[in-house]
């Protein structure tokens, strides 16, 4: 029996070297097609990466939203799921197929292909846990990541730990999802891929099991700049929004969070929350390692999109 083939979708908004990047590192993986869904119509570059024989390019202009919708939708979660659905109902060229942005990248320890193959035939989904990256504080070829416990209760307790003036209002201390993504199984009439769940008919996550041999690592706020960069657009729309629920138990919202900081003490408050719990600085990565929550990773992402994207 061939190993089994997998592939991604994305919808992606991004500068042409980061969509690049993205896909260089899932091909180098193996990655047997990337569906790329352009959310920016005049999105640079997009004739390039349509010529790569692996990816599969979809301008998501107003004839496309005319065609499969009848509108473009306002926000871009539903267009995230509208164009997971568009991916899926196309003609199969993979086994497996994972919904996945631009900043989240696969880490598998062992081939993905041999992780997937060992998955019982009733798994439709296996779940992908998140680790988001902090930022470092010199230049370095290796990147750290913080992950988290799967139990909620102890990591309430660790985030409190590991994170003493923010932890108790952050779940485990991340600021964008703990749910992790989900790689599921092409050709399986009636399913319907979201962002963090898959539903077969009324069945949510059927069969799911854990692909504990892969991290999904997760550029939410890898620097800085591209936090504050980023700030206002999370806390209107996107995972900072105000519609989503607390971290914690009892607590408040990233939203409530965020907005506090921001009217007291602005910029400079942002930037110390971001140097406790989003920067590599020798006491996190002590008291991560001492929680055995610390994975650190040679990406080596530009030599990977050389390979790949070699006139870029």
């Not at 390019?57 to 065609?67: I, L």
């Amino acid at each position: 029996m061939s190993a089994p083939k997998w592939g991604i979708v994305s919808t992606i908004k991004a500068p042409l070297v980061e969509i690049q990047t993205f896909c260089a590192h899932h091909l180098q993986l193996g990655a047997h097609r990337i569906y790329l869904y352009l959310d920016d119509p005049e999105q640079d570059g997009a004739d390039s990466l349509s010529a790569h024989p692996k990816l599969r390019v979809q301008v998501c202009d107003e004839g496309y939203w005319n065609r499969h919708l009848g509108r473009r939708p306002a926000k871009h979660q539903p267009r995230q799921v509208e164009n997971a659905r568009h991916a899926y109902g196309r003609r199969v060229e993979v086994d497996w197929l994972t919904h996945i942005d631009v900043d989240e990248f696969l880490w598998p320890a062992t081939p993905l292909p041999d992780q997937l193959a060992a998955l019982p035939d009733d798994c439709i989904v296996a779940r992908i846990r998140p680790a988001e990256a902090l930022a470092a504080t010199t230049p370095a070829p290796v990147t750290h990541f913080k992950r988290l416990t799967i139990d909620r209760a102890m990591r309430d307790q660790q985030s409190r730990r590991i994170y003493p003036t923010f932890g108790r209002h952050l779940n485990g201390g991340f600021l964008s999802h703990v749910q992790g993504k989900l790689i599921y199984r092409t050709g399986q009439p009636g399913l319907h891929a979201k962002i963090h769940n898959v539903f077969v008919g009324e069945q949510m996550n059927p069969g799911q099991q854990e692909l504990t041999g892969t991290e999904l690592l997760h550029m939410h706020a890898k620097s800085p700049k591209a936090f504050l960069a980023a700030f206002r657009y999370r806390l209107k729309s996107g995972s900072y929004r105000s519609e989503l629920g607390p971290a914690t138990q009892g607590g408040v919202t990233m939203h409530d969070l965020f907005s506090s900081i921001w009217q007291d003490s602005g910029e400079a408050g942002l930037l110390a929350f971001y140097n406790e719990v989003c920067t590599a600085n020798p006491e996190l990565l002590a008291r991560l390692s001492a929680e055995n929550l610390l994975s650190s990773h040679a990406m080596d992402l530009e030599r990977k999109r050389q390979i790949h994207f070699p006139d870029a």
